[in-house]
């Protein structure tokens, strides 16, 4: 079983190059932001948390992670996007990879400037149904009919959290307490460091060649 940990700021394509490895190797794809998102459709206090980009409590992330990992689909390998967020996180989920057998565990860093971030969250519309992620302002990731996703037809729409303001404190929380994985993951020696502004195809082969050193 691999573990691919995605460690970027916000919109850097952590959902996008997910969703090209789960086509590619079949590994299932956890976003802890989407199962908080679904969870807030029922509880107003995460909705409301969600929406001014606070970080989530550690009891509830595991709980949904924990859950998550023991469906079969996991049973390959998963890509974790958006968790682990922090440091104490990060030192948490160790002990679930032990208890789960997890044979390989590697971080890849999506390295991009507070500026593109800031383009791609405010460009971002994502499928109502499928969750396919677009840009309306990046020619290359584009629906071919504007809010409407090409591959289901649904509505696109607008994270809540994807706004200038919410962008701002996300990112500061991030830099805060996601950046030191960073260290956390160099000195385990499972770090590897991508440029995200090179496209998302030319990134999606770097993680490629990456993940088949561990994986065919
Ligand atoms: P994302 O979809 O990864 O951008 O996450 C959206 C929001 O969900 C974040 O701004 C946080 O409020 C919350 N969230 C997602 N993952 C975590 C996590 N691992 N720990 C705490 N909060 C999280």
């Not at 992330?61 to 990992?69: G, H, K, Q, T």
Request: glycine letters at 6%; a negative charge; one cysteine or more.
């Amino acid at each position: 079983m691999i573990s691919i940990i995605l460690i970027a700021p916000p919109a850097a394509g952590k959902g996008t190059q997910s969703e090209l490895l789960v086509n590619e190797y079949g590994f299932a794809h956890i976003s802890t932001g989407n199962l908080l998102r679904e969870m807030a459709l029922t509880d107003k206090n995460i909705s409301d948390m969600l929406s001014t980009g606070s970080l989530i409590s550690d009891d509830i992330i595991f709980n949904l992670l924990e859950d998550r990992l023991l469906k079969d689909d996991c049973k390959k390998g998963f890509i974790l996007d958006g968790f682990p967020r922090t440091v104490s996180q990060a030192l948490e989920y160790e002990k679930i990879i032990k208890r789960l057998g997890v044979h390989t565990n590697i971080a890849i860093y999506l390295d991009v400037s507070k500026e593109l971030a800031l383009d791609r969250t405010i460009g971002r519309l994502v499928c109502s149904k499928c969750g396919h992620v677009y840009n309306e302002f990046i020619a290359e990731s584009k629906p071919s009919v504007l809010g409407i996703c090409d591959y289901c037809n649904a509505f696109l729409i607008k994270r809540d959290d994807d706004n200038i303001n919410v962008f701002s404190k996300r990112y500061d929380l991030y830099c805060e307490n996601t950046y030191p994985l960073l260290d956390f993951y160099k000195e385990k020696g499972i770090l590897y460091k991508i440029d995200s502004g090179i496209g998302k195809d030319k990134v999606f082969e770097v993680i490629k060649s990456i993940v088949g050193d561990f994986y065919d």
